[in-house]
């Protein structure tokens, strides 16, 4: 059954409306700050995250320098240039026209990785484990030889990344070269991926190695990195007493001093050769050992052989001036 309302009631609704609408809106626009979203930033990598990631390649980064210098006999520098997330449609836009593309298996996820390297390094690279000198060459693509060469090159790369990514439980595994034809298929081209850019540096040359993450891996990986960024951890027993042992080898100045007095400029101004300054400090106070400007103990002075020493006294707060 439906409830009727009297006029007087319905009046007095309306005059509520009008008393309180204007009011509620004023407190709410008092209240409230709307900000605009930007849906274009979500699930971007946060300060937090980009440190983790950064920790993480720059390791990986330090290893292949040392690992691919000493296998090629020549100085070799690799060094985290950007880590940022793109459409995967953008990253393909950047793999040069001439290039050398190869598909990645992560384990245990299952999931293909994107790695490109630039097919300038390849000359001087292959020159190199041919027994050469490293010589530059010119951009061309790679003979079968070649490119069997460059794939060593590659699986090297992937056991690197495998040593430097453990913490997330991730295994980088070469599956093979992919033409530019074939690139686009191992992922959508509208998915947003995690792209890590280094710069190498040859004597004979120079140039880019990319990667790029699908966002299945990427989550994964920047999940595991935050829980594991901001997890406390102690250093290992070992490692606690190598570092107690390195500090005990630092050296510090120290000195035996009187403690500090305030003194009269004019006394100051009126020195001279064999002027007598007095401190007012009585012949019972103590010197003060110090070291590194900080205050350790009392402290009298002494003589060990043909030396000056300090014989220090019981250890005990520093005395108030």
């Not at 009585?282 to 043909?306: C, I, K």
Request: charged letters at 20%; glycine letters at 6%.
């Amino acid at each position: 059954m439906e409830k009727m309302l009297k006029q007087d009631e319905i009046d007095a609704l309306f005059q509520a409306a009008r008393t309180t609408t204007p009011a509620a809106v004023e407190d709410l626009d008092r209240s409230t700050s709307v900000v605009p979203y930007n849906f274009n930033r979500a699930g971007q990598i946060s300060n937090e995250q980009l440190r983790a990631i950064s920790m993480l390649n720059d390791l990986f980064a330090r290893n292949l320098t040392h690992n691919l210098a000493a296998w090629l006999r020549c100085k070799f520098q690799v060094n985290l240039v950007s880590a940022e997330q793109i459409p995967f449609n953008e990253f393909l836009m950047r793999i040069p026209e001439i290039s050398y593309v190869s598909s990645v298996r992560l384990e245990p996820l299952g999931a293909l990785s994107v790695l490109q390297l630039d097919l300038a390094l390849a000359p001087p690279i292959i020159d190199l484990l041919l027994g050469g000198e490293g010589r530059e060459g010119p951009l061309r693509e790679l003979t079968d030889i070649e490119e069997a060469i460059l794939g060593s090159v590659v699986e090297i790369i992937c056991r690197e990344l495998t040593a430097a990514w453990q913490s997330v439980g991730l295994s980088f595994n070469f599956e093979r070269r992919q033409m530019q034809t074939q690139v686009a298929r191992i992922m959508s081209v509208t998915e947003k991926t995690l792209c890590l850019s280094f710069e190498v540096r040859m004597p004979q040359g120079s140039g880019l190695l990319n990667l790029a993450f699908p966002a299945v891996v990427a989550n994964t990986i920047l999940r595991r990195l935050t829980s594991d960024w901001g997890r406390h951890r102690r250093h290992a027993p070992e490692t606690r007493a190598s570092l107690e042992t390195a500090a005990r080898k630092i050296s510090f100045g120290g000195c035996l001093q009187l403690p500090p007095v305030r003194l009269p400029a004019c006394e100051i101004q009126n020195l001279s050769p064999g002027s007598v300054l007095r401190l007012n400090l009585s012949a019972a106070v103590p010197a003060e050992w110090r070291v590194g400007g900080q205050y350790l103990a009392p402290a009298e002075p002494v003589r060990h052989g043909a030396h000056r020493a300090a014989r220090i006294q019981a250890p005990q707060e520093e005395p108030r001036t």
